[in-house]
């Protein structure tokens, strides 16, 4: 009789709506990845391996197999959520110290500064040194700790600006040259200020001013002759630059540009000693490059301005970036790479060995996890910080499979059914 194959069929179509109750529970999981019953039937062997016409006496689930294709990516606001956009998983090592793979990026990190996932698990990398080399073994825990960026004194200061040829040489009552005074600005044609930062971090507050002294010379080669003097903490006296044997101020910088008024590469000054002004100690050894100023007719202005150091900064943010490299900002403005995330691949996804909590393991089946990479390498897709990989389950595919396997399930039972009634027939022959 026939209540085999029934019994077979309504079986595998209820573990086929398990399958499909499975993945619409976690059509909102991030990370999770869609699975399908794969069914398979079966025929009973004769005795002697013939025979074209056997019936089957059945089915039976051959495989659930799950769908490691790529979920869509939502972006969020927390820079440790990672999404992986391509092949690769996050390597997680478990407090037993097993290591486990996930494609969820929903990260945090725990009292002790380690990158972790919600079930406690490690996010595994390599730690890097501040130039971006390997500093650390691969595949270790990612440590993000709480330091601070060390202040950096100025050391060489370099100025891109335009002095406006139409400046004319500013005179005294007795159509003399005027000797520069800080406080007057009839005796400078244009100022800028830089704040720059001594060895303890301290900020010592810059201005430049510049003089113009002497109009273009008949030569061709020649244009205006100008003058740059500079003090500390706008004190014009004891935080100036340098004096004169008068004991005025001396300029830093004398140069004349060329006639098109690109200035010489000689407008520079090294070896000059700024005060610390009111705050910290003073600076030796400054080089002074100006040799990217230009003397057009247009306004005077300044376009950069660099060199001048930097205070200390306190942690202020992580940043992921998406080759995997984890990156410290700080409150400075400056940034420093202290690890890189790294993924991991198998050479047959379908192997792996589901454990729940959105995390598989390796098996006999998947082989060994090749060796951990950058994202971005070879075969490892990239990084995306701020972002999460949605689940793969197609929610209407899996209502319209819902249908087609309960009516399946209905159809198996009629075969019940009808065996059934077929028997009942026979039972009542006389």
Same mark, same amino acid.
């Given at each position: 009789?026939?209540?085999?194959?029934?019994?077979?069929?309504?079986?595998?179509?209820?573990?086929?709506?398990?399958?499909?109750?499975?993945?619409?529970?976690?059509?909102?999981?991030?990370?999770?990845?869609?699975?399908?019953?794969?069914?398979?039937?079966?025929?009973?062997?004769?005795?002697?391996?013939?025979?074209?016409?056997?019936?089957?006496?059945?089915?039976?689930?051959?495989?659930?197999?799950?769908?490691?294709?790529?979920?869509?990516?939502?972006?969020?606001?927390?820079?440790?959520?990672?999404?992986?956009?391509?092949?690769?998983?996050?390597?997680?090592?478990?407090?037993?110290?097993?290591?486990?793979?996930?494609?969820?990026?929903?990260?945090?990190?725990?009292?002790?500064?380690?990158?972790?996932?919600?079930?406690?698990?490690?996010?595994?990398?390599?730690?890097?040194?501040?130039?971006?080399?390997?500093?650390?073994?691969?595949?270790?825990?990612?440590?993000?700790?709480?330091?601070?960026?060390?202040?950096?004194?100025?050391?060489?200061?370099?100025?891109?600006?335009?002095?406006?040829?139409?400046?004319?040489?500013?005179?005294?009552?007795?159509?003399?040259?005027?000797?520069?005074?800080?406080?007057?600005?009839?005796?400078?044609?244009?100022?800028?200020?830089?704040?720059?930062?001594?060895?303890?971090?301290?900020?010592?507050?810059?201005?430049?001013?510049?003089?113009?002294?002497?109009?273009?010379?008949?030569?061709?080669?020649?244009?205006?002759?100008?003058?740059?003097?500079?003090?500390?903490?706008?004190?014009?006296?004891?935080?100036?630059?340098?004096?004169?044997?008068?004991?005025?101020?001396?300029?830093?910088?004398?140069?004349?540009?060329?006639?098109?008024?690109?200035?010489?590469?000689?407008?520079?000054?090294?070896?000059?000693?700024?005060?610390?002004? #009111? !705050?910290?100690?003073? $600076?030796?050894?400054?080089?002074? &490059?100006?040799? /990217?100023? @230009?003397?057009? *007719? %247009?306004?005077?202005?300044?376009?950069?301005?660099?060199?001048?150091?930097?205070?200390?900064?306190?942690?202020?943010?992580?940043?992921?970036?998406?080759?995997?490299?984890?990156?410290?900002?700080?409150?400075?403005?400056?940034?420093?790479?202290?690890?890189?995330?790294?993924?991991?691949?198998? #050479? !047959?996804?379908?192997? $792996?060995?589901?454990?729940?909590? &959105?995390?598989? /393991?390796? @098996?006999?089946? *998947? %082989?060994?996890?090749?060796?951990?990479?950058?994202?971005?390498?070879?075969?490892?897709?990239?990084?995306?910080?701020?972002?999460?990989?949605?689940?793969?389950?197609?929610?209407?595919?899996?209502?319209?499979?819902?249908?087609?396997?309960?009516?399946?399930?209905?159809?198996?039972?009629?075969?019940?059914?009808?065996?059934?009634?077929?028997?009942?027939?026979?039972?009542?022959?006389?």
């Amino acid at each position: 009789m026939g209540f085999q194959q029934g019994l077979s069929g309504l079986s595998t179509s209820s573990k086929s709506l398990e399958v499909i109750g499975n993945n619409v529970a976690n059509a909102n999981t991030y990370g999770a990845k869609s699975s399908r019953a794969e069914f398979s039937d079966m025929y009973a062997a004769s005795l002697n391996g013939a025979g074209s016409n056997g019936i089957g006496i059945g089915s039976r689930i051959g495989a659930v197999a799950q769908q490691f294709t790529q979920g869509n990516i939502t972006t969020t606001a927390n820079n440790l959520d990672l999404a992986i956009n391509g092949r690769g998983f996050f390597a997680l090592s478990t407090p037993e110290g097993e290591i486990v793979y996930s494609r969820n990026g929903q990260f945090k990190r725990d009292a002790n500064g380690y990158i972790v996932n919600n079930s406690k698990h490690q996010l595994l990398g390599q730690a890097l040194d501040t130039s971006g080399a390997p500093a650390g073994p691969a595949g270790s825990p990612i440590q993000l700790t709480n330091d601070v960026s060390p202040p950096q004194p100025a050391t060489a200061i370099s100025m891109t600006a335009n002095l406006d040829a139409r400046e004319s040489v500013k005179l005294d009552s007795s159509n003399n040259i005027a000797a520069i005074d800080f406080a007057d600005s009839d005796t400078y044609n244009f100022v800028t200020s830089q704040t720059v930062y001594g060895d303890n971090g301290a900020p010592i507050a810059l201005n430049y001013y510049f003089k113009k002294v002497a109009d273009p010379t008949t030569s061709p080669d020649a244009g205006g002759q100008w003058e740059v003097y500079i003090s500390a903490d706008g004190n014009s006296n004891a935080s100036s630059i340098s004096f004169d044997g008068s004991g005025n101020p001396s300029p830093a910088l004398t140069f004349t540009f060329n006639a098109d008024g690109s200035a010489p590469s000689t407008a520079q000054a090294s070896n000059l000693t700024i005060p610390g002004g #009111k !705050n910290g100690q003073p $600076l030796t050894g400054i080089s002074l &490059n100006m040799s /990217k100023l @230009t003397e057009y *007719s %247009g306004s005077s202005a300044v376009t950069d301005l660099s060199g001048g150091g930097y205070a200390q900064g306190n942690l202020s943010d992580f940043l992921i970036e998406t080759d995997g490299t984890v990156k410290a900002r700080y409150t400075n403005g400056q940034s420093k790479a202290i690890a890189r995330v790294q993924l991991a691949d198998f #050479k !047959n996804l379908n192997g $792996l060995q589901p454990v729940g909590e &959105n995390e598989w /393991k390796s @098996t006999n089946a *998947s %082989g060994d996890p090749l060796p951990l990479g950058a994202p971005g390498s070879g075969v490892y897709g990239l990084l995306q910080s701020g972002a999460l990989e949605e689940s793969n389950v197609d929610l209407t595919g899996e209502l319209v499979n819902m249908i087609v396997a309960q009516r399946t399930y209905q159809a198996n039972a009629q075969t019940i059914k009808a065996e059934d009634q077929v028997l009942q027939t026979l039972v009542n022959l006389r």
